[in-house]
């Protein structure tokens, strides 16, 4: 095979798609371990209130049963407190404490687990356990008046209560042309195809755990506090991710539930989630309602924004999301102001997905935009470059790269935005209301602190190894690559390992953090391992050597390159004689978060087509161009935009959770009444990274994609809906009821 | 003990990998997918939903038909184990062979057609059946329709598009090709004809041979679950935890799939599967081509049953409407007794359907439209594939040159049964095309034939929005002579007018 030298920027196919093609990539709940007993989870089915009495007699005396742990019997859990709450976590409040207190605080929380011999006797023998409940008053309806600032500990990790830079409010009233209107987001669930699952294994006071998750590191952590035994008894294996989004960040109480009933039982325990459960066992994006109001000089010149925000968390912890971030620094604008306010409610606690806070606050600011294009009737691509922020006006800070007005040229070229017409209901085929809409992406990039080893073995492969996850992006891929790069080796002799806590260190990966942090760890390590090889060829007496000493040595082609060629990987472990040689690489964030502001931008346009009869919207094209810095795989990279694209029309037109106020749960959990978007539903995507690379965020340029990939499409098509009918839907998504009953 | 027939088996048997499997102590319920990840071990297929909605447990099956072996996919998550009897169980982990990835394979890596993985083994085999089976060239839209039942969070669906018509270039030509003839002697040399009965008398598995051993067994054991394609059944056993204990599978009941298409009436057996029966429905009008192409998924449509959807009795199956709106009759057996009844008539009451213990749909016949007659139907649903009408409108009318002389019209999801609208029809008998003014009084006559329901699929005033528009658009397209390539894309002038 033809081995592109440079593997960095090369659409190498991802390495574990054989594996994946032919069914043999191992997830969380498909390891085999000796003796292996199911369990079961009995949840509660109201939404607030004390368990009076659980019966268990008929589930234990059930065939295989092994244990039926309610709060009644279940050891208690020192639940020690940590030093710091990770940011994956929610900042305030108190987590779920599974089995070690009798109050119900949401509808779905566990309050029994049966552990059988086989699934179907747990199963059967968890639907044989009675629970009677005395009901107590709860939060089960989404009441701003309830709404609350949050609480220090959101304030502090970057979703503050109020915000405010000039008067906004005195420029709002004195614009000459504003808008004023409120946006509602539904409560969405990630539904990865993967549903949640943990074995557990004990051997003494030593613990495994086969576990989804996108962060194996924290995940031990986290255990280790529960059960107040040291991290590093416990053991994290997650190789393999199906899907995530962001409900795998952080450890479920479901993960505690397989443990204790390992514990209890004394063999290993599979816990699977339903379907159903994963409405309400993990996370989800929180329900929240907006208020943009935006004033503009005549000329489109912003004058004031102000945006608030309502979200839905939960009573026992506190969630609260960066909702207002890209009010503060999308568009430049003297006058700013920014509100958050959390509403109580009995549920399950929400948590990040795909874009968080990020793609619910773009979607109203950037509609909110279009209605001011609308009321100004200025292009809207117009008003956004009139009011173009060369700097984070709310940081003060210049950004470390923006190639934005390069993604608004690109994607309106390939989009055909010049064919638009701007007056609404202009545009028809065949007797099909026709619309276009666009909107800017924005997520703001970040790194953390990770670390990587890379070992050199005897046949002169090398092998990666890193605690991090691949919960699908590519980054068995990626990290080949870069190592590749860095080695001077072809991508094929190139091994990763990831999702282990036996390797070294990784952060979460989420936040599109994982390439600027887990790959600069990676490429320190493979810098690492040829400084260390360097150093033992200059002491080794091996006179076959002696040629490479000289000056600075030149690593390619698979090797080490000297006056008479290069000598190969493996000739220079045979010839010092080792079987292998390791080196670590660290990466951390430097100086660059407190000299500038890091973001990956982009440019979404859509196309919709309406029937108005029945007010079905379908999408014939989305067009977008990006700024993510430096493209280390744009097979990869695509695939990550696409796929935002997609999740995209969810957001816009299909998906929400059926809330049930009686009872405070989703009517519809299952896969065919929460409505995610099938094939046929997707037609034209088209992805353009535009030129740029981004070395002062971080040495390999790059700044992370799959947020991004979200952010801003949901909003491009609400707008392209309203160019096509003259209705402008500010409940999402626009179901088909509400474009045409609004 | 016996069933009926005259050879007793009390196994099931399949081909699996090249051999033949005989199983003989099973639990009537075991599903498909736990035989394979629980019991076999081959965890390469997953299970994402267990309701068939995701299609991540998608398998093939290959079944000789018409002397050719031919794979199709279904949903390993509903489908009992018992059903796999007489096929070939192809999963993820067969396809590629000494380390040669099977061509779809190859092209969902070279395409990136995977991220996470966790859906691809049940795309790869929806595409492998496609592959195979798909005629060339292979289009955007087949393969749409290939993957209606595959749900994929990660990839945006795109670069399986790509792969699937990448891979399906050029003609199929793989293993399972190369061995057909053998596959076909294994199938052929385990299609006894018998009947099957694993069990007692108090749990049993068990699948008649023929309509009389159906009748008699069905008769002894009233109280039976008839399973035809189970893509519902399969949901009472995992979702609804049903102590199904007494299965009789329809599935080998010789004779109960057939279809004839004569030239006055189309007749479909109750088991024949709603792929089988699509070009014969499709034959009728083009609607119920359409129609067919969005119900469910292929997956669904591979195992469900004409016969099976109708006796299920679903409030919006799709189907039912529109075979009332075509004036079907249908047919059903109780031992010896026959009887036939207009398929309205079968539905009685939400979930209720005319249907005593111990008898049994036989089949469905539909009377072919006149020269004077104009038939459409639509579904409107959130998504485009694979989900439930919000409502769905079916018409059949009559017309002396430009005059409706008689009427047929029926919905979905406007009560609790599908049913017709007779005050519209009578609203309708004499109305002109020419006259949209005359047609208003059959729109305000919906009213008195249909009170549905606010629900969470949709609001009761968008259901009556909706069917009236979905008259409206028959009668428009019936008007202006627009015909097939119209009937998704119409002039509409509705919204226009509610304004």
Redesign the interface.
């Known amino acids: 095979m033809n081995v592109p030298l440079k593997a960095i920027g090369q659409p190498v196919s991802r390495v574990d798609g054989p594996d994946k093609v032919q069914g043999h990539a191992r997830y969380a709940a498909e390891f085999d371990q000796p003796d292996l007993m199911h369990a079961a989870m009995v949840l509660s089915t109201i939404p607030s209130g004390t368990i009076t009495a659980i019966e268990t007699k008929a589930a234990r005396s059930a065939p295989g049963v092994h244990a039926v742990i309610t709060h009644e019997n279940a050891p208690r859990l020192p639940y020690a407190p940590m030093a710091k709450r990770p940011q994956v976590d929610a900042q305030g409040g108190d987590q779920l404490k599974v089995f070690q207190d009798p109050t119900i605080r949401f509808n779905g929380q566990p309050v029994a687990v049966v552990v059988a011999e086989t699934l179907e006797q747990a199963v059967h023998a968890a639907d044989l356990v009675r629970v009677s409940y005395e009901h107590a008053d709860g939060h089960t309806t989404f009441d701003r008046a309830r709404g609350r600032a949050p609480s220090r500990g959101n304030e502090k990790a970057g979703r503050p209560a109020d915000t405010e830079i000039g008067d906004a409010d005195a420029a709002l009233k004195s614009a000459a042309v504003s808008i004023d209107a409120n946006y509602v987001q539904a409560r969405e669930h990630h539904n990865a195809i993967e549903p949640h699952a943990t074995i557990a294994a004990w051997d003494g006071d030593h613990l495994t755990l086969h576990d989804k998750t996108q962060w194996p590191d924290n995940d031990r952590d986290e255990i280790a506090h529960v059960f107040g035994i040291k991290k590093e008894n416990i053991h994290v294996v997650s190789p393999f991710v199906g899907g995530a989004f962001g409900s795998a960040l952080r450890t479920w109480p479901h993960v505690t539930v397989a443990a204790l009933a390992a514990r209890v039982v004394q063999r290993p325990v599979r816990l699977e989630l339903t379907r159903r459960q994963c409405y309400t066992s993990i996370g989800f994006r929180p329900h929240t309602e907006q208020r943009v109001a935006l004033g503009a000089a005549a000329d489109g010149t912003l004058t004031a924004i102000v945006q608030e925000a309502f979200g839905q968390t939960a009573t026992y912890e506190e969630y609260a999301e960066t909702t207002l971030d890209p009010a503060r620094n999308t568009y430049a604008c003297p006058n700013v102001r920014t509100r958050y306010r959390l509403i109580e409610m009995n549920t399950n606690s929400p948590c990040p997905m795909r874009s968080p806070g990020v793609a619910t606050g773009m979607l109203a600011l950037e509609t909110a935009m279009d209605e001011l294009a609308v009321a100004l009737r200025m292009d809207p691509l117009e008003l956004r470059l009139k009011n173009y922020a060369d700097r984070d006006q709310h940081k003060n800070l210049p950004w470390s790269s923006k190639e934005l007005r390069a993604c608004y040229r690109v994607a309106a070229e390939r989009f055909g935005w010049s064919e638009r017409t701007p007056e609404p209901r202009s545009m028809r085929r065949n007797g099909h209301l026709i619309g276009y809409g666009m909107a800017t992406a924005v997520y703001p990039s970040h790194r953390a602190k990770a670390s990587a080893a890379a070992t050199l073995l005897r046949d002169g492969t090398a092998l990666i190894r890193t605690a991090g996850s691949d919960m699908g992006p590519g980054t068995y891929t990626s990290m080949t690559q870069v190592a590749a790069e860095t080695l001077g080796l072809p991508v094929e002799r190139v091994r990763i390992e990831l999702g282990d806590t036996d390797m070294p260190y990784a952060p979460v990966h989420g936040g599109s953090i994982t390439m600027a942090s887990v790959g600069t760890a990676v490429q320190a390590a493979c810098q690492a391992l040829l400084d260390d090889l360097a150093g033992v060829v200059k002491a080794s007496p091996d006179p076959r050597l002696a040629a490479f000493k000289a000056g600075t040595p030149e690593w390619r082609d698979g090797g080490l390159a000297g006056p008479g060629g290069v000598i190969s990987f493996a000739e220079l472990m045979e010839g010092l004689g080792f079987d292998r040689i390791t080196a670590e690489g660290q990466s951390a964030p430097g100086n660059e978060s407190k000299t500038h502001s890091s973001a990956a931008f982009g440019a979404v346009f859509a196309e919709v087509e309406v029937d108005p009869d029945f007010g079905t919207v379908r999408v014939p094209r989305i067009v977008g161009a990006y700024d993510i810095g430096r493209v280390v795989n744009p097979k990869t990279a695509r695939s990550q935009c696409v796929g935002g694209m997609v999740q995209g029309v969810g957001m816009a037109l299909l998906e929400q959770a059926e809330w049930d106020e009686r009872f405070g749960r989703p009517m519809n959990g299952n896969l065919a009444e929460y409505v995610v978007p099938v094939c046929a539903d997707i037609r034209s995507l088209d992805v353009t990274f535009v030129p740029g690379e981004d070395t002062i965020f971080n040495p390999l340029g790059v700044k992370g994609v799959a947020e991004l990939g979200l952010s801003g499409v949901s909003a491009a098509i609400g707008n392209a809906v309203y160019h096509a009918t003259g209705r402008r839907v500010r409940e999402f998504p626009i179901l088909p009821e509400r474009l045409l009953m609004g | 003990m016996r069933a009926g027939g005259d050879i007793m088996r009390q196994a099931i048997r399949f081909r699996r990998r090249g051999r033949i499997v005989e199983v003989r102590d099973f639990?009537p319920r075991t599903l498909l997918l736990?035989y394979l990840r629980?019991t076999e071990?081959?965890?390469?297929?997953?299970?994402?939903?267990?309701?068939g909605?995701?299609g991540?447990c998608t398998v093939a099956l290959g079944r000789v038909r018409d002397g050719r072996v031919v794979y199709e996919p279904v949903n390993a998550c509903i489908l009992l184990l018992g059903q796999v009897d007489g096929a070939d169980v192809v999963?993820?982990?067969d396809?590629?062979a000494d380390g040669v990835?099977h061509p779809v394979?190859a092209a969902?890596?070279?395409h990136?057609g995977?991220?996470?993985?966790?859906?691809?083994?049940g795309i790869?085999m929806s595409l492998y059946t496609l592959y195979r089976e798909a005629e060339r060239p292979v289009t955007r839209e087949a393969?749409?329709?290939c993957?209606?039942g595959?749900?994929?969070?990660?990839?945006?669906?795109?670069?399986?598009?790509d792969a699937a018509l990448a891979a399906c270039e050029g003609p199929p030509a793989d293993r399972f090709l190369a061995e057909s003839e053998t596959i076909r002697a294994d199938l052929e040399g385990i299609a006894d004809g018998a009947d099957i009965f694993v069990g007692d008398d108090t749990r049993f598995f068990a699948a008649p041979a023929s309509e009389d051993a159906l009748a008699a067994l069905y008769a002894r054991h009233p109280d039976a679950t008839l399973v035809a394609g189970c893509t519902d059944v399969g949901l009472w056993i995992t979702?609804g935890?049903a102590a199904i204990d007494k299965v009789i599978w329809l599935g080998r009941v010789a004779g109960l799939d057939a279809i004839e298409a004569g030239p006055e009436a189309l007749t479909i057996g109750a088991t024949a599967t709603h792929s089988a029966a699509h070009a014969s429905l499709g034959a009728l009008d083009p609607d119920m081509g359409e129609l067919m192409r969005r119900f469910g998924s292929v997956q669904v449509r591979a195992s469900g049953t004409v016969g099976g959807n109708i006796a299920n009795g679903s409030p919006i199956g799709d189907l039912a409407p529109a075979l009332i709106a075509l004036g079907a009759a249908l047919e059903l057996r109780k031992g010896d007794r026959v009887r036939a009844l207009p398929l309205e008539e079968f539905f009685l009451a939400y979930r209720k359907q005319d249907r005593e213990p111990g008898e049994f749909v036989r089949r469905v016949s539909v009377n072919r439209l006149g020269a004077g007659d104009a038939f459409r139907c639509f579904k409107?649903s959130?998504?485009?594939?694979?989900?439930?009408s919000?409502v769905m409108g079916a018409f059949r009318l009559a017309l002396v040159g430009r005059r409706i002389a008689s009427a047929r019209v029926a919905y979905g999801g406007m009560a609790a049964t599908p049913k017709r609208a007779p005050e519209t029809e009578a609203m309708l008998v004499g109305v002109s095309l020419d006259d949209p003014a005359s047609w208003e009084p059959a729109f305000a006559a919906l009213a008195a034939d249909f009170q549905p329901l606010d629900d969470?699929?949709?609001?009761a005033?968008?259901r009556r929005?909706?069917a009236r528009?979905?008259l409206?658009?028959a009668l428009h397209e019936l008007a202006t002579g627009r015909t097939d390539e119209?009937r998704l894309?119409?002039?509409?002038p509705?919204?226009?007018a509610a304004e």
Not at chain 2, 150 to 157: A, E, K, P, S
Not at chain 2, 489 to 492: I, K, Q, S, T
């Open positions: 639990s736990d629980l071990r081959s965890v390469g297929t997953k299970e994402g939903c267990a309701e909605d995701c991540a999963s993820v982990e396809l590629a990835l394979q969902m890596v070279e990136h995977s991220q996470c993985g966790f859906c691809t083994p790869v393969v749409n329709d993957l209606a595959n749900l994929c969070r990660c990839t945006g669906y795109r670069p399986i598009v979702k935890m409107v959130k998504r485009f594939d694979e989900d439930i919000a969470h699929r949709a609001s005033a968008y929005t909706v528009n979905l409206a658009k119209t894309v119409g002039e509409r509705a919204l226009q």
